[in-house]
């Protein structure tokens, strides 16, 4: 099954804006914004992955991680830049210089990268559920959540297969 | 410390094991020492993350009961403060990778990678034991150490190694102990006897 990743596109030029999202429309589902107010008004759980433009005004790069940090999002932040040779995070980066292929591979990267830190999310909670069965000696019960657990176990083993062990570890444990 | 042919067998499919040891002095290194020994899957190198103990303390640990042949390397997370509190020993006549700072565990995780892909490249097959859960634990949330301990798991198990993860069973309430089991392939059990089960099992 092919999932389709939520993406926020923010910059303040709209035509830049429109541009990008609609190089990532084939693959993912976009917003667009084009102030950081409205970047922040599109963070939802559901978000994969937002692109913020240092254009959009001054503190608007922190103004969104602190946001992303602050809800406790599970989407991975990236910042749009003209090149490769600012002074941003490598990691975070994200050139809208590069060919659409690219730009779309790297919008893609990070997606996957939400996606294992969101289904590792999942798992935690439900293991979490089961280890209080346990604990108060409820085995029907636990057996059932122990089959939710193998099925999620499942789809975190497709949600990590992409990933390098350092993507895998910034996914989980950057938290901006 | 001996186990049955069930035990084994568990063990030889098991990836990432929790260690369940008494809050006895260099229970877990030893304990990791002997079940690395007595494993059918042979390993060419341990490596061991060292957090309150030192790299030092616990290769001594080791070498009582571990045999001369595997090669030894540490990943030593020291915030400072452990030679102020304790006298337990400094650097470590082995290689010893430093890391800063045990609410770091992007750094520790990228660093135990980073020694995983040397060795891989060297043909070495790897055991790896942290210790401990336990420490990281008073440092870190738990949801934070339980997916570093899931992910790590991942990790190992792309380079056909073994991480036994040592949690003083004593230090924590069971849901504690059970959320960190399912977060491994089997859990050994050291309280007299040894208990070897399957995750699945627990």
């Given at each position: 099954m092919t999932v389709r990743h939520l993406v926020i596109v923010g910059s303040e030029d709209p035509s830049t804006t429109d541009e990008l999202a609609a190089v990532l429309r084939d693959t993912c589902t976009v917003r667009t914004a084009y102030s950081t107010p409205e970047v922040l008004d599109r963070?939802?759980?559901?978000?994969?992955v937002v692109l913020v433009d240092?254009?959009?005004?001054?503190d608007s790069v922190e103004t969104v991680r602190d946001a992303v940090a602050g809800r406790e999002l599970d989407c991975q932040f990236g910042v749009l830049s003209t090149?490769?040779?600012?002074?941003?995070d490598d990691d975070i980066q994200v050139s809208v210089a590069a060919s659409e292929r690219d730009f779309r591979e790297r919008v893609e990267q990070l997606a996957t990268r939400a996606r294992y830190r969101k289904t590792l999310e999942e798992y935690y909670e439900l293991v979490q559920a089961s280890a209080e069965l346990h604990a108060e000696d409820l085995p029907a019960q636990r057996d059932q959540v122990q089959r939710r657990l193998e099925a999620l176990g499942r789809r975190l083993d497709d949600a990590a297969a992409p990933l390098d062990a350092e993507a895998l570890f910034r996914a989980v444990l950057d938290d901006g | 410390m001996t186990m049955g042919d069930d035990g084994h067998e568990v063990l030889a499919d098991a990836t990432s094991v929790l260690l369940l040891t008494p809050a006895v002095r260099d229970a877990g290194a030893s304990a990791a020492a002997t079940l690395f020994e007595q494993g059918s899957k042979p390993h060419d190198r341990v490596v061991a993350v060292t957090v309150s103990q030192s790299a030092e303390r616990w290769v001594q640990a080791w070498k009582r009961h571990a045999g001369p042949l595997t090669e030894i390397s540490c990943i030593d997370v020291d915030d400072g403060t452990r030679s102020a509190r304790t006298a337990?020993?400094?650097?470590?006549?082995m290689p010893v990778e430093q890391v800063a700072s045990p609410s770091d565990l992007e750094t520790l995780g990228r660093t135990v990678s980073n020694v995983l892909e040397r060795a891989s490249d060297d043909d070495e097959r790897v055991g790896l034991a942290v210790h401990s859960v336990t420490d990281l634990l008073h440092h870190v949330d738990e949801p934070t150490v339980f997916k570093f301990v899931y992910t790590l798991g991942e990790v190992v198990r792309r380079t056909d190694g073994t991480v036994y993860f040592h949690l003083?069973?004593?230090?924590?309430?069971t849901e504690t102990v059970n959320t960190f089991a399912a977060a491994c392939d089997a859990i050994v059990e050291l309280d007299g006897d040894v208990t070897v089960r399957e995750q699945s099992n627990w």
């Open positions: 963070l939802e759980p559901d978000v994969d240092p254009g959009l005004g001054e090149g490769t040779d600012d002074r941003t | 337990d020993g400094g650097c470590a006549t003083d069973a004593g230090a924590h309430g």
